[in-house]
């Protein structure tokens, strides 16, 4: 029984530490809302700020940060990446990334113009006769959780949203068992961080009165 635990647990580090040093791409798909809600009128999302705060080396893998120097990235680069890549001794590869043409901002305002649409408003592209409601990305990360015999994988979303003077937060998380390090394994931990912060929308677009 031991042999077989040692071998699980090589097994598992020769996995978690294969293709891990470079940046992963994954796709993010956007879940359909299933709000009843019963509204009407245009809304125009002025700003979506990426207000995440990266660090260097941070002790946390839950805290954003690159492969490389952090001071030569630049905001347009760090708008790409949603996770951290780690071996199976917890130690922090590559970085992962969405896929080419895809920022955090543009992830979100998909999420929100799913819930908004289906709640009956009309996305604008103009400000005029719309309400306006900002967005600022407080947090959207996903880490590994390396582990005996599998891989954890966790994921957060923090958005703060104002309109018409009135401000609210949501918040989403999502985790999820694997073996190995795949995107599919990472997409999954999104999948349930954005359903469950879809659950949550309703109520916070309500209290800031849409």
Request: some cysteine.
């Amino acid at each position: 029984m031991k042999t077989i635990k040692i071998i699980c647990v090589l097994a598992l580090l020769a996995s978690t530490s294969a293709c891990v040093t470079g940046t992963r791409e994954i796709n993010l798909e956007t879940p359909n809302s299933t709000s009843s809600v019963s509204k009407d009128g245009l809304i125009y999302i002025a700003s979506i700020e990426d207000k995440r705060e990266f660090e260097q080396k941070p002790r946390k893998p839950e805290i954003p940060s690159v492969k490389g120097k952090l001071e030569s990235k630049t905001a347009t680069e760090l708008s790409t990446y949603i996770g951290r890549q780690r071996n199976g001794y917890g130690g922090a590869m590559g970085s992962v990334s969405l896929n080419e043409g895809s920022t955090v901002q543009s992830e979100v305002k998909k999420l929100i113009s799913s819930e908004l649409v289906a709640r009956g408003y009309t996305i604008s592209d103009t400000p005029e006769n719309a309400k306006s409601l900002d967005i600022d990305i407080e947090k959207f990360w996903a880490w590994m959780v390396p582990g005996f015999i599998s891989i954890g994988f966790e994921s957060e979303l923090l958005l703060k949203l104002e309109s018409q003077g009135s401000s609210s937060s949501v918040h989403g998380k999502g985790n999820n068992e694997g073996q190995v390090a795949s995107n599919a394994n990472w997409a999954l931990t999104y999948k349930r961080a954005y359903a469950d912060l879809l659950s949550k929308l309703a109520v916070a677009l309500d209290e800031i009165g849409l």
